[in-house]
């Protein structure tokens, strides 16, 4: 392949946003945005002692293929709601992750809890578009964007009432983040043009992070161990995806890797 994976991502969502403005156009997205005002609190939990989980809604990937191609996001995000997570995340790109608008939306209605859109947001459209989806918060990768752009959507997310996740990879990336503004802050353990994971990625850059930020581990937590190991680091956010939705009893999986006392029946 001669591009990497996330340079091919963007490319299509370039052409994907083309396409959407002359469906909708952006000033009707606009007014619609901004008369929208239901929203559940995201970074709050986060705030909170002990493992708080981000609980991801995710059908496939680009590196692996189908994962759970035909998951129910009602039924899933009841099980994620029972076991404890403090939030959802809910991939929104269609082309290699398979998702929609319509699995975020139908997760949010199956619950209390607040959700995250997980798409590459590059505009402004894209940020009024999941106000309207029902969104309560949006990831920002810093990859993705040119400085000037993630402080910009950053302040337009405040104005909209959303809170922004932030994504890292690197310590230059951390370094633009926190020059933006960026208050919650995704480590993510896997490189977005090679997908490969190290978990060692998160335990590495929290220690750069500044009082006011507060860390997300994200990609590759599987088990308990993992973790453990994140505590240690004191990272006791996680965002995970793929060993919940492959789990066979997901609310149990969650019970297990909050130390609770029930048992999982996943494997």
Not at 251 to 261: A, D, I, M, P, V
């Amino acid at each position: 392949m001669s591009k990497d994976f996330l340079s091919k991502i963007i490319d299509q969502k370039k052409q994907e946003l083309i396409e959407a403005k002359a469906r909708i156009p952006e000033s009707a997205l606009y007014h619609e945005a901004f008369s929208n005002h239901d929203r559940r609190a995201f970074f709050e939990p986060l705030k909170r002692p002990g493992i708080n989980i981000i609980a991801e809604i995710k059908r496939a990937s680009p590196s692996k293929g189908p994962i759970n191609i035909d998951l129910d996001p009602a039924s899933l995000a009841k099980a994620y709601e029972k076991g404890g997570a403090v939030a959802l995340s809910v991939l929104t790109e269609k082309q290699f992750f398979m998702g929609s608008s319509k699995d975020l939306k139908i997760a949010r209605a199956a619950t209390a809890l607040p959700v995250l859109r997980k798409d590459f947001i590059i505009s402004e459209y894209q940020i009024y578009e999941s106000v309207v989806m029902g969104a309560d918060a949006v990831l920002l990768i810093v990859r993705c964007l040119f400085e000037s752009q993630l402080k910009e959507l950053i302040a337009l997310t405040a104005e909209l009432k959303l809170d922004a996740l932030v994504e890292i990879h690197t310590e230059k990336d951390l370094e633009t983040a926190t020059k933006a503004g960026a208050k919650i802050i995704g480590i993510n353990n896997r490189n977005l043009q090679t997908f490969e994971t190290d978990l060692a990625t998160a335990m590495h850059l929290v220690s750069l992070f500044k009082k006011d930020q507060t860390p997300v581990a994200a990609s590759g937590i599987e088990n308990r161990e993992n973790i453990e190991a994140n505590l240690k680091f004191g990272i006791n956010n996680f965002l995970i995806g793929e060993s919940l939705v492959k789990a066979k009893d997901p609310t149990g999986f969650l019970f297990k890797l909050r130390g609770n006392n029930r048992l999982d029946t996943s494997n």
